[in-house]
């Protein structure tokens, strides 16, 4: 299916679902996003070691 085909399916699942009034108060709660998170990622974590990580992991969860 091309992209345009799963949003079409998507939207007459969702109205039938749930009525197009429905259907729209769901979009409206959709929000992708903003910015490149993978590019963020890289510099927010770039200094950081795996082993850093997980004992930070661990402190939180209380071991």
Known sequence: MSA???????WKALTERL????????MAQYDP????YTKERHEIFADLELEDLLT???RQEGR
Do not use: V
Not at 4 to 10: Q, T
Not at 33 to 36: A, E, K, N, Q, R
């Open 4 to 10: 345009y085909e799963i949003r079409l399916e998507g």
């Open 19 to 26: 009525g197009a009034a429905g259907a729209m108060r769901f």
């Open 33 to 36: 996003g903003h910015g490149d």
């Open 56 to 58: 930070s992991i661990r």
